[in-house]
């Protein structure tokens, strides 16, 4: 249907049959928050010096225990019907030009943002919220998720041991309630 003329009919078959005079379609492209800011986080991945977009505390440790690649986590759009605003910030590496890379966040952005939607970015504000080393970093992140793993570890006996005991219980219960409903021979 790629090489169609504007107006058409499809008759259930093959064959197409232009309309008289009906050339327009009604209706709105639109974009969830949640689109912009995958778009704008995929797109954090090209820009060096960079070494964490972070949405707080709570969400950098949600992201490090649950070891996920969620590319929207720090990254806040506001999204209208032709302009975005966004906002995020950023662990920066030490040593690295922190306006050079808010210039090419700002470079990025606007091109990723607008080659995909046609969308413009109208502001984009980045907060530095850190500066550490790569190796920092790095450590950081593993000891976090060592330390998580750990825990979840240790709640997961927990559970299973718990889960065991109440099974036997349930068992018990369950062996001296057909004790007492069958019938005797007396």
């Known amino acids: 249907m790629a090489n169609q003329p504007e107006d058409f009919v499809s008759t259930g078959n093959d064959s197409v ?3 008289e005079g009906d050339t327009q379609v009604s209706g709105e492209l639109t974009f969830n928050d949640k689109v912009i800011q995958k778009i ?3 797109a ?4 060096d010096g960079l070494l964490n977009v972070q949405g707080g505390f709570f969400s950098s440790v949600a992201g ?4 996920t690649d969620n590319v929207t986590a720090g990254i806040e759009t506001e999204v209208g019907q032709k302009q975005v605003a966004v906002d995020m910030e950023i662990i920066c590496e030490y040593g690295k030009d922190a306006a050079k890379i808010y210039d090419e966040i700002k470079q990025v952005v606007v091109t990723e943002v607008k080659k995909m939607t046609h969308l413009d970015v109208i502001e984009v504000n980045v ?4 500066i ?3 190796e920092e970093y ?3 992140k593993e000891t976090l998720q060592d330390k998580a793993s750990d825990a979840a570890d ?3 006996a927990y559970t299973s041991e718990k889960t065991d005991q109440a099974a036997g219980k349930i068992n018990e219960g369950v062996d001296k309630a057909k004790e007492k409903t069958e019938p005797k021979v007396q």
């Open 17 to 19: 049959q232009p309309t």
């Open 154 to 156: 240790t709640v997961g």
């Open 132 to 134: 550490q080393t790569e």
């Open 64 to 67: 490090k225990i649950a070891n």
């Open 127 to 130: 907060n530095v919220a850190d």
């Open 40 to 42: 704008i986080g995929i």
């Open 138 to 140: 790095e450590q950081n």
């Open 44 to 47: 954090m991945e090209k820009i």
